[in-house]
């Protein structure tokens, strides 16, 4: 079964403006990640956070952990339309172990 | 670094055959795991290694389905026979303990169809 689940399905914006996807969970984690997705390419690590962190900043990306409603957002600023892409969030259980459980993806569409 | 690299990145084959894909890792990165990738069921993990070890296959769909890591460059995913259900994209991702034991890499993945 899925662990984390993204929402919305689908978004598109215009470019220069924010995009804010988010993703909730069932169980403890030890972290958090988001990927992302270029058409028929693999899954690139964008960002993590760790469960005891609430906020993480990597240049026009945002990420928020909000354990007690087990979820996060991923917000990107200034949108581009190489953003253009499938975002992907993926929970690390607690415990030593690198599994992750990724969602099914948000597709997100920059138009330019 | 050339990054996690797979072959072939395409393949088609007839149902009853057998089809394996083959995944190099990054260098020096001691985890390796593979996925399947379909639109109804998402991103799945079907098996991972440390250290060239299984540690959990309880992602392998059935026993139509092997995984082996001879050594820490090389492993291969085998579907003997192949079925159409089988057809997915295939990848194939690493992970270095030592630096960042949670960050994968992924490989840019085997488009699989079975006729």
């Known amino acids: 079964s899925q662990q984390g689940e993204e929402d919305p399905q689908a978004l598109s914006i215009q470019e220069g403006e924010n995009a804010t996807m988010n993703c909730s969970y069932k169980t403890s984690i030890n972290n958090l990640q988001w990927y992302r997705q270029n058409s028929g390419r693999g899954l690139v690590h964008l960002i993590l956070i760790r469960s005891n962190e609430r906020e993480k900043h990597s240049g026009r990306l945002r990420v928020t952990l909000d354990t007690s409603k087990k979820s996060s957002s991923l917000l990107i600023t200034a949108s581009r339309a190489a953003d253009t892409a499938s975002y992907f969030c993926a929970t690390g259980p607690t415990g030593a172990n690198s599994k992750l459980t990724f969602g099914k993806g948000i597709t997100l569409s920059v138009r330019p | 670094d050339a990054g996690v690299i797979q072959s072939p990145r395409h393949e088609v084959t007839e149902m009853g055959q057998e089809v394996t894909l083959r995944c190099k890792p990054i260098?020096?990165?001691?985890?390796l795991f593979w996925y399947r990738q379909t639109m109804m069921r998402g991103l799945e993990l079907l098996i991972y290694f440390n250290n060239n070890v299984p540690i959990d296959d309880s992602g392998m769909p059935e026993d139509r389905f092997s995984a082996k890591m001879p050594n820490a460059s090389f492993s291969t995913l085998k579907i003997q026979p192949s079925e159409p259900r089988d057809s997915a994209v295939y990848f194939c991702?690493?992970?270095?303990?030592?630096?960042?034991?949670?960050?994968?890499?992924f490989g840019p993945g085997t488009r699989l169809t079975v006729t």
């Open positions: 991702a690493s992970s270095d303990s030592g630096r960042a034991l949670y960050e994968q890499y």
């Open positions: 260098s020096g990165h001691d985890y």
